[in-house]
């Protein structure tokens, strides 16, 4: 069963950091291009970063280039998303997707607020 796992997520301050994890199941994370997309409330889900299975990592929203960075361990069957200098407008809900059939985690919160 294909299955998607996001952790990581919580409360921080303006400024702080998290990492968030994606641990895939039922299929092999180095054949697939895996993505991070957020999601606030009133929003539509945006796409921020992807990491492709040759090798390609890309932060894709504006809003965090420079801050976030995606990576991946194929050992581990894991995404990461390493989230930096988070701000207020960072607080959203993130999903890992990917993997067959285009999958969807079930999201971590992360909220950031003093």
């Known amino acids: 069963q294909v299955q998607l796992v996001e952790s990581g997520g919580g409360l921080v301050q303006p400024g702080g950091s998290l990492t968030l994890s994606c641990v895939a199941s039922g299929f092999s994370l180095s054949w697939y291009t895996v993505r991070w997309f957020r999601q606030s409330p009133g929003k539509q889900r945006e796409l921020v970063a992807y990491s492709t299975d040759t090798g390609r990592d890309t932060i894709f929203a504006d809003s965090v280039k420079g801050r976030f960075t995606i990576s991946r361990d194929n050992d581990k069957n894991t995404l990461y998303l390493e989230m930096n200098n988070l701000q207020s407008e960072d607080t959203a809900v993130y999903f890992c997707?990917?993997?067959?059939?285009?999958?969807w985690g079930q999201g971590t919160q992360v909220n950031v607020s003093s």
């Open positions: 997707n990917g993997g067959p059939g285009d999958s």
